[in-house]
């Protein structure tokens, strides 16, 4: 495999750009090794600078739930390209898409366009703490909500790969009102709900999290949680930027049959655009300015284009809901499969995994939190990571996120990501 482009260009970026990259974990710095530059994607491949050719498991961190350069998006955006690209005025769209949004998402009953996943849980936060007249919050350890301050303490995704969980520029101020619990452990959430009474405004996790490798609620948890919430006038915030219309139309929450007061949304919502979205509650919403006090604003918000990408897919999704049950499938043979090759080749690594999300973790213990999450060894996840690459399987570049599948992954491809993982797992355990 000749990357000698890709080389170039990362050589090239790193005087410009802190690191060569604009978002962390792109570096490959937990996996050793150069980034792979990307020129282009299709379906379930990526292209990159050298001409290389990857079967790829990420979708852009999630959004491209069909495949890469689905005809369909790719129409409505040169369609509405045609009128120009941003008008900061409100538009006919705009209310298609929070009115499908509404439809599609059990809790939400009205909703805010956003630029990004960060926007969204940031807004949501402010909104909660509006409402309540309360400070603090409750925030699971390695989950991840984006980089708002107060959400970077024992942070997931690209905060733990790179070693920064708590990042340095939170000031101690911010970082006191964040309150730290174990994911799936109700007792600890009581017992903080104990030491702060009165004084905490919501509780926001992942709900199925994929920022410390992919990781499931057990039995009652959620339940658990709601109940803990209403009983105590808590916002429930789910976080689905990555559950939100992939695990089913109405994420983590349809399928746990489980709802939150509040929800934040992003990746699949913009079809590979910048978008994010929070909504929730009529009464909880109506605090957002200029319905009520809490102010949030965005000179892009509900961008035409943006919206012309995600009500594409959103429209597709609704009214194809046959795509679950396909992707369920997909995410089933691929977690399967890997976990038959193990077996047969002695390894009983933890392999988690729900509709079309999964991880391999390269640990025998199971993986319910953040400290099982890290008994990982990420040392031979690097190994395996390059090994898979060598073979022309793209992975996420980290032990600490979870794969995303996507409609494009056709059996024959699922066939050689199986082969490529039963010659990796064997080289790396050589
Ligand atoms: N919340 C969750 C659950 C996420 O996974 C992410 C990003 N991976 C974010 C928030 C932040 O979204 P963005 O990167 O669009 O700011």
Redesign the pocket.
């Known amino acids: 495999m000749q990357i000698s482009e890709s080389k170039r260009l990362f050589a090239h970026a790193k005087t410009f750009i802190p690191g060569g990259v604009n ?1 962390p974990v792109r570096a490959f710095r937990a996996v050793g090794g150069e980034p792979i530059f990307i020129k282009k994607a299709d379906g379930a491949y990526l292209f990159d600078e050298d001409g290389n050719s990857y079967i790829e498991l990420i979708n852009s ?2 959004p491209m739930i069909l495949g890469h350069n689905h005809p369909m998006i790719r129409e409505a955006v040169i369609q509405a390209m045609e009128n120009g690209t941003s008008f900061g005025a409100p538009t006919a769209r705009e209310v298609e898409m929070a009115e499908l949004i509404v439809k599609m998402v059990p809790s939400v009953e009205k909703v805010r366009m956003v ?7 940031m807004s949501a936060i402010r909104v909660a703490r509006g409402f309540t007249g309360r400070d603090k919050f409750i925030k699971m350890e390695g ?5 708002g301050d107060s ?1 970077l303490i024992s942070a997931g ?1 690209g905060a733990i790969t790179m070693g920064n969980p708590d990042s340095p520029g939170v000031t101690v101020g911010t970082a006191k009102d964040t309150l730290l619990a174990p994911y799936n452990d109700l007792e600890a959430i009581e017992r903080l709900v104990e030491a702060n009474k009165g004084e905490i405004a919501a509780l926001i996790l ?1 709900p199925v ?3 410390m490798g992919l990781t499931l609620p057990l039995p009652g948890y959620l339940e658990g949680l709601r109940e803990i919430c209403t009983r105590e006038g808590i916002v429930l915030i789910f ?5 939100g219309f992939r695990l089913a139309k109405g994420g983590a929450q349809e399928l746990f049959g489980v709802t939150p007061d509040m929800t ?1 949304l ?2 699949i919502i913009g079809g590979g655009m ?1 978008v ?1 979205a929070y909504g929730g509650k009529k009464e909880i919403m109506q605090f957002v300015s200029p319905a009520g006090p809490v102010y949030q604003a965005g000179t892009l918000s509900g961008n035409p284009i943006a919206m012309a990408a995600g009500l594409a897919m959103l429209r597709y999704l609704d009214t194809h809901p046959e795509v679950y049950a396909q992707l369920a499938l997909i995410g089933r043979k691929i977690a399967e499969g890997i976990t038959k090759i193990n077996h047969d080749q002695n390894l009983n690594y933890t392999v988690n995994f729900v509709g079309s999300m999964y991880s391999l973790f390269f640990t025998q213990q199971p993986v319910i939190d953040f400290e099982s999450a890290k008994t990982s060894d990420t040392v031979l996840f690097g190994r395996y990571f390059q090994e898979m690459l060598k073979r022309g399987v793209y992975l996420a570049p980290s032990q600490f996120e979870s794969l995303f599948l996507s409609t494009a992954l056709t059996d024959e491809l699922i066939g050689r990501i199986l082969l490529a993982h039963e010659e990796s797992i064997r080289v790396i355990h050589q």
């Open positions: 978002s961190w999630g630029n990004s996943g960060t926007e969204a849980t989950h991840y909500h984006g980089h959400f995704s992942e999290p994929g920022n976080d689905e930027v990555m559950t934040t992003g990746k910048p994010g």
